[in-house]
């Protein structure tokens, strides 16, 4: 596909083909990744867009502007993972989630089987970066249906772990490697068990949103409450992608720390150049985050907005200092 596209035909035609992508994956409105597209494209609608077309404009699709993208998709009321999700598909990355029923163990009630994932870029070859993610969970008024659960060897334990249960028991933070993550999955709910096609969807979905984040070629950002901490503490994660770690080499890429109203970041030990700025090291970033002087259920700043700033400041830094990764259709 050419780098430029002059008309709405072409324009459709490739948001046809990159919504069939992200429908294998998880379910986004055709309108919503639309309107997403535009905005990366630098219009501030469908029909701003056309009117361009209409005047004789072409739209350089190289220069796709992912913040605009995620920022457009979460304003129509999408999640920020699935807004990151698609915004790694148009970087390129894949997943191959495989899911293999087990004999069924008359000793136990419950359905099992073997969860197989590789992270891909779109041309089939392994994600080498580690990604590390929280797993989903799928509890219910009625209880938990059904679970994921991970691999001894990909569990990521730490003072900063997430369990399910107390006293750190079902370790929720997991880190893949060399392409792969696994574990299992277990259906408890007799009424998933008689029909296996929704749930697997839905469990092939939510990975799909945490895990993709996680492989993007820019950077996984992870923001979440550990275990131990208090209400109104967070711990921030931030590693960077396979792509942008090596098309950086040795530029120490730095952030300015976000002003927010009653918010407090404390970078972790070795991570703060200056009053105002945080620097990554070997690739990672480590921070807390905590509400100030205000408890968090009364925070003027949510905790939402705090990460959106973050977000936003890395594709800027990024941009800053130049790396450049085309949408998939005009990789090679």
Known sequence: MRSEIRSQ?????????????????????FD????????????????????????GES????????????????????SHETAEATSAIIDGR???????????????????????VRALDHMNNGVQNPFFFI????????????????????????????SRGPDGR??????????????GMYVYDWRHQQDDRNYKRVVSAALARKILPAISPRFNCQLYKPDRYEHGAWKLRISLGDVAKQRLGGIALALKIPALKKRLFLPDEGYRRDVDLICFKDGILEAHIYSNGVAEDENPTPISEVRAEIVRSLHTALDKVGLDIPPYWLQR
């Open 32 to 55: 919503h990744l639309r309107q997403g597209m535009c905005a990366g494209c630098g219009s501030k609608s469908h029909a701003a867009l056309l009117t361009k077309f209409g005047n």
């Open 135 to 162: 797993m989903p969970t799928f509890e219910s008024q009625s209880g938990e249906p059904y679970r994921v659960d991970s691999a001894y060897n990909y569990r990521h334990s730490s003072k900063f772990s997430v």
């Open 59 to 78: 739209v350089n699709m190289r220069n796709f502007d992912h913040l605009a993208l995620i920022e457009r998709l979460q304003s129509m009321g999408n």
């Open 170 to 183: 079902g370790l929720l933070t997991v880190e893949g490697e060399q392409g792969r993550w696994g574990g």
């Open 94 to 116: 894949r997943l191959d989630i495989e899911l293999r029923r087990q004999p069924s163990n008359p000793r136990y009630s419950d359905i099992s089987y073997v969860l197989e």
């Open 9 to 29: 035909a072409e324009f459709d035609q490739l948001v046809h083909d990159v919504h069939k992508t992200v429908q294998d994956y998880f379910s986004l409105k």
